[in-house]
């Protein structure tokens, strides 16, 4: 799939999601949790007490899976809501139809839609959508790209960050962190110029586009960032584990805008 190919049909797939979910944000919305029924993946800290799901989560992965399967029925699926489906070929689209339901209950614009395609397993392409505002943050190919709207798109990179002491860093919130993996955390906080929560894969999209430093983070899942790695390596920024190696399965990650506070951020964490 070219780059092409990928930018005009994720952008269809962002268009179908935002028309499932925009209807109900900031409205009377009824929300399960699904670890009440045993089926959340996350276990530990805050998630494993409230894992939420609503009809809009469920609404935008239908519409996607739907013009998926219709346009490229060979392709395979690995979606929050409703698992995944081998596909015959060699692609496969990793999607999360609302990152950030917490945000999105609360009324809070923070939420994203993350759409990412793996080839052999390798994440190649994303594309983040944060319809209420406006945003869409789309990378592949070594290049990444944002617009506002329907204006007019603009190409976007990380920008330099020498050290800690000169870093803004985001993270969800510090209290799905336990243990060890807490106290780590805590440290690259306190060497930080500046800590900010709540932002979910928004943060991701905000160091691609050189407004942030760092962003470091536990308990995710391939659909949380597959979406993600190709927008922030492509803006020349760096997506890894906590020990440096592959981050495209979730778990433990960081993600920096500058080569020098990802090392620095990775001694701690490995200290």
Known sequence: MTRHEFETFAHALADAAAAATLPHFRSTLAVENKLEAGDGPNSGGERSAFDPVTVADRAAEEAIRDLIFKTYPDHGLHGEEFGKVKGAGTYEWVVDPIDGTRSFMSGVPLWTTI???????????????????????????????????????REIHTRPCADLSGATMMTTTPGIMVGGDRDRYDE?????????????GYAYCLLAAGQIDLVIETGLEAYDVVGLIPVIEAAGGLFTSWTGGSANEGGRVIAAGDARVHAAALEILNS
């Open 115 to 153: 759409i990412g395609l793996r080839h052999d397993g390798v994440p190649t392409c994303g594309l983040v959508d944060q319809p209420y505002v406006g945003d869409r943050f789309w990378g592949c190919e070594g290049t990444a790209w944002t617009r506002h709207r329907n204006g007019e798109a």
């Open 188 to 200: 690259v906080e306190r060497r930080v110029r500046l800590a900010r929560y709540g932002a979910d």
